[in-house]
């Protein structure tokens, strides 16, 4: 089968569970990213079986998180947190803005190298200054190079975690900035430590690419005054509790009269 860049295809070995688009070929060996879940990948080009996909406009995740805010629109008027969505991978990242556009929310884009992003945090929360903050991309556990609690296992959890303190060292505050860390697999439990209020993996499995916006467009969109239901936004993401997980704190959206 002629197989090429940006072929949208399945393989065969894995039962055809994951829809990969090819971004690269070098002789009979394809390499994939997920077209829905943040994850990278290679095969044989002869496992893979071309299949038909078109990326959705996420009607179903953005009517889900638009049913979930309950506003009362006829006397008051609400702000919305502003949130900087810092993505190791462009097409995720547009999709993520795509996203927050279809509901209103003010969100600001910078596509950056995961290892890049603790040199430039503090640059670009002096410019943007939200409310929340997404460091998301690429990442993954490999079993070979030690346990789940050993960051060197990681493929970009270190990056992660530097960027998340170094974020914490620009504001302290839990509740002052909202920061979401994380891709497929992160060391959950260090990205808590280094100061998250939601992160990835708990059980270290890949997060769908609108995992991260989900949590921050839920954040923007909770109030400044009350603790936000911690289960009930982890349960609007892909896959739930597995895939996310996070602290109680207040929401960042503030409430004005009259309308």
Known sequence: MDI????????????????FKVIGIEEDIC?????????????????????????????DVVERVKDSTSLDRDDYFYLPGKILHIDGDREYLD????????INLMAMGICEDENIVPKKIR??????????LVITGHDAYYKKKGG??????????INFVKAVKEARRFEKSHEKLIIIAGACQS?????????????????????????????????SLSDINKDIDLKDIISSTKYGKEGIGGIITKGTMYMGYPR
């Open 4 to 19: 090429k860049v940006g072929d949208y295809v399945t393989r065969t070995s894995h039962n055809h569970d994951m829809i």
């Open 31 to 59: 390499y994939l990213k997920g077209a829905n879940v943040r994850l990278y990948a290679d095969s044989d080009i002869e496992d893979l079986v071309k299949t038909d996909f078109k990326m959705s406009d996420d009607k």
């Open 95 to 102: 999709r993520c803005l795509k996203y927050y556009n279809n």
């Open 123 to 132: 640059e670009y929360l002096e410019e943007y200054n939200p409310n929340i």
């Open 148 to 157: 789940i609690h050993d960051i060197n296992s990681y493929k970009n959890s």
């Open 187 to 219: 060391d959950y439990e260090e990205l808590i430590r280094a100061g998250a209020n939601f992160a990835s993996s708990p059980k270290r499995i890949n997060i769908h690419a609108l995992d991260p916006a989900i949590i921050a467009s839920r954040m």
